[in-house]
């Protein structure tokens, strides 16, 4: 059974760049088949896709976050990382990793515990 | 303002059924059969309940069911139970540009 765990700084300052990494464990994320995502919800709001990553070379992004998002893989620590640039405080939310089969049009079917990340000075 | 709507709430007794809808446009839920659920308990990380506008994953009770009509996706929960008071968010295809987008999700209460 796959198991992610999201990482990183619980607090970033506004115009700063957000850096999340996931872990995972129970599977190879090299392994090919599956999508590695993220997907961030407000506290009482509903849930956002950022974006994912198949290899290290394919990348989808949401356009209206696009110019800001970067998410990379790691093979060689089993992780996968966002990076976030010029957070406001709109960017607040909880911040999940999610695993997706490929062969499914879902963003996610496993999904990391969340994260919690606070932008405020 | 999500781009998929759903009503902000549901409520229903126990063994009863409950349905609930989830709007879209031809571009997403009206033009593919790609139209996913997601139940949240609080404090919880979302989980997949359907996918595909009807299949349900391994370990997902049969009383769980999804349809789409037009622009309109619904997800019915039949014998309700107290376990099923939780948010559920829609979700759907809308192409590859945008790839997802999710509803405002609603607020299921078992009385």
């Known amino acids: 059974q796959v198991q992610l765990q999201e990482s990183g700084p619980g607090l970033v300052k506004p115009s700063q760049t957000l850096s999340l990494t996931c872990t995972v464990s129970?599977?190879?994320?090299?392994?090919?088949?599956?999508?590695w995502s993220w997907i961030r919800q407000p506290a009482g709001k509903g849930l956002e896709w950022i974006g994912r990553?198949?290899?290290?070379?394919?990348?989808d992004y949401n356009p209206s976050l696009k110019s800001r998002v970067t998410i990379s893989v790691d093979t060689s620590k089993n992780q996968f990382s966002l990076k976030l640039s010029s957070v406001t405080a709109a960017d607040t939310a909880v911040y999940y990793c999610?695993?997706?089969?490929?062969?499914?049009?879902?963003?996610?079917?496993?999904w990391g515990q969340g994260t919690l990340v606070t932008v405020s000075s | 303002q999500s781009a998929l709507t759903q009503p902000r709430s549901v409520s229903g007794s126990p063994g009863q059924a409950v349905t609930i809808s989830c709007t879209g446009t031809?571009?997403?839920?009206?033009?593919?059969?790609?139209v996913s659920w997601y139940q949240q308990h609080p404090g919880k990380a979302p989980k997949l309940m359907i996918y595909?506008?009807?299949k349900r994953p391994s370990g997902v009770p049969d009383r769980f069911s999804g349809s789409k009509s037009g622009n309109t996706a619904s997800l019915t929960i039949s014998g309700l139970q107290a376990e099923d008071e939780a948010d559920y968010y829609c979700?759907?295809?809308?192409?590859?540009?945008?790839?997802?987008?999710f509803g405002g999700g609603t607020r299921l209460t078992v009385l």
């Open positions: 999610a695993r997706a089969p490929d062969i499914v049009v879902v963003p996610a079917e496993d």
């Open positions: 129970g599977g190879s994320i090299s392994s090919g088949s599956y999508y």
């Open positions: 990553i198949y290899t290290s070379e394919s990348t």
């Open positions: 031809s571009s997403d839920v009206g033009g593919y059969n790609y």
């Open positions: 595909d506008v009807s």
């Open positions: 979700c759907s295809y809308a192409g590859s540009y945008t790839y997802v987008v």
